[in-house]
């Protein structure tokens, strides 16, 4: 069972907005910076968020995504097929001194 | 422009230990760490490790402290990471990735492309 807990799949049609959520504790997310990843299936995953709300070069301003207390999220507004793939969070966790990563959440666009 | 390209599949018998090796050029090799994280087949990212290619420290997941050794050569830009005593459960595809911070507590960016290790009789 994951540390950060994600939902595992969400959905929306096209140029709908999704929010995607990352729950964990005082431990990991409470005390360090949150990452954000994509994996399109069959590829590595791409860094799409670091530092909780900054986007990497090259990732659309469609995708935000912010911290508070205990928990993540990341949005994706106007939503585009392209967008299917898995997101995974991730951050440092302190009490287990390991990087830990959430299930996953499988976004649908339909 | 920065890339970490990962040695080709492998398949071992249970009991087996396997050697990734990840290629690193575009970047000065010595001002990253390097990750190790593994996906079963159809399942999420568990990270395995992290290596400072400066001083060769190391830190590891719980879980896979005895059975992995990983490993940075700085003339050759390249890190290694073995898993020894293989059982079915260790089918994976493995990444390597770079990491700006060797606290751990930094993003992966980029990944390589991975490498599927198999394991069966």
């Known amino acids: 069972q994951s540390v950060l807990i994600q939902p595992p799949s969400a959905s929306g049609t096209p140029g709908q907005r999704v929010t995607l959520s990352c729950s964990g504790t005082s431990s990991n997310i409470g005390t360090n910076t949150v990452n954000w990843y994509q994996q399109v299936p069959g590829t590595a995953p791409k860094l799409l968020i670091y530092s909780s709300n900054q986007r990497s070069s090259g990732v659309p301003d469609r995708f935000s995504a912010s911290k508070s207390g205990t928990s993540a999220s990341l949005a994706i507004r106007g939503l585009q097929s392209g967008d299917e793939a898995d997101y995974y969070c991730?951050?440092?966790?302190?009490?287990?001194?390991?990087?830990?990563f959430g299930s996953g959440t499988k976004v649908t666009v339909l | 422009q920065v890339q970490l390209v990962q040695s080709e599949p492998e398949v071992k018998r249970p009991g087996a230990s396997v050697r990734v090796t990840c290629k690193a050029s575009g970047y000065t090799f010595t001002l990253y760490s390097i990750a190790w994280v593994r996906q079963v087949p159809g399942e999420g990212l568990e990270w395995m490790g992290l290596?400072?290619?400066?001083?060769?420290?190391?830190k590891f997941a719980q879980r896979f402290q005895d059975r992995v050794t990983l490993s940075a050569d700085t003339s050759t830009t390249t890190a290694h990471m073995e898993l020894r005593n293989l059982t079915s459960d260790d089918t994976a595809i493995y990444f390597c990735a770079r990491v700006e911070d060797y606290s751990g507590n930094s993003d992966f960016d980029p990944w390589g492309q991975g490498t599927l290790v198999s394991v069966s009789s």
């Open positions: 290596i400072s290619t400066y001083n060769g420290k190391t």
């Open positions: 991730g951050t440092w966790d302190d009490s287990l001194s390991a990087y830990v």
